[in-house]
Every structure is written in C-alpha cells, then in structure tokens.
Nanobody, 125 residues
Framework: QVSLVESGGGLVRTGDSLTLSCKPW????????MAWFRQAPGKRREFVAA????????YYGESVKGRGTISRDYATTTVDLRINDLKPEDTATYFC??????????????????WGQGIQVTVSP
C-alpha cells in the first residue's frame, strides 16, 4: 500500500483560487486514476474530481464544475486540483485517493482503495 502526501491547503478568501497537490510519498505508484474528495463537518464525503492517469479523462462533481480543473503528471503519479472562485461552502477537508473502483462510472463513489490523510481548506467570507 502507498502513502499519499497532500499539500496546498490553508486559509483563503472568497473569490480566491488555490491548487491542491497529491503524490505518493517516496516513490511513484501505478494507479489507473487519482481523485479528490472533500468532507465538511457533519457531512458525507463528497466527490470533487477524478482523472484517468494514462488517457487523462476528467470527471467533476457538481460542486466544482466550471470552477475546478484536475490535472496529472503520469510519470510522477502526481495530481493537482485547482479551484477558482472559492466560496465559503468549499470549506472542507480535502482527501486524495488512488486505486479506483473498476468501472469509471463508479469513480464518483467513495470505493477507492487508498486515501490520503486529508488537508484542510478554509474559505473565509
């Protein structure tokens, strides 16, 4: 199993942009896809975006459609998530995931095999 390192979170203001990054700790890792989810206090974990590592197909959750861009570096197994025009409702702990469900139609579910520890993003009004 691999450990994932997430970075780029913090406190930002409404309207700002930020980029979250995720990569395996210490080595590259073979995974068909990588994804970002988020979880706000008292709420269920929510799909944000996913990307196929070879082909680059991208999927987005409704909450970031039009504001989010997920990208990847296949050689280093790194995934970035940029969110523009941040809103207070984007405040959450953001989790990176690898080892996706078999079918791409299920990539918006939480049935991913390996998760990062999460990184906090707080958007002030």
């Amino acid at each position: 199993q691999v450990s994932l390192v997430e970075s780029g979170g913090g406190l930002v203001r409404t309207g700002d942009s930020l980029t979250l990054s995720c990569k395996p700790w210490g080595r590259t890792y073979e995974t068909r896809a990588m994804a970002w989810f988020r979880q706000a206090p008292g709420k269920r974990r929510e799909f944000v975006a996913a990307i196929a590592m070879r082909a680059g197909h991208q999927y987005y959750g409704e909450s970031v459609k039009g504001r989010g861009t997920i990208s990847r570096d296949y050689a280093t197994t790194t995934v970035d998530l940029r969110i523009n025009d941040l809103k207070p409702e984007d405040t959450a702990t953001y989790f990176c995931a690898v080892d996706p469900p078999f079918y791409e139609r299920d990539w918006n579910s939480t049935f991913w095999g390996t998760w990062g520890q999460g990184i906090q993003v707080t958007v002030s009004p």
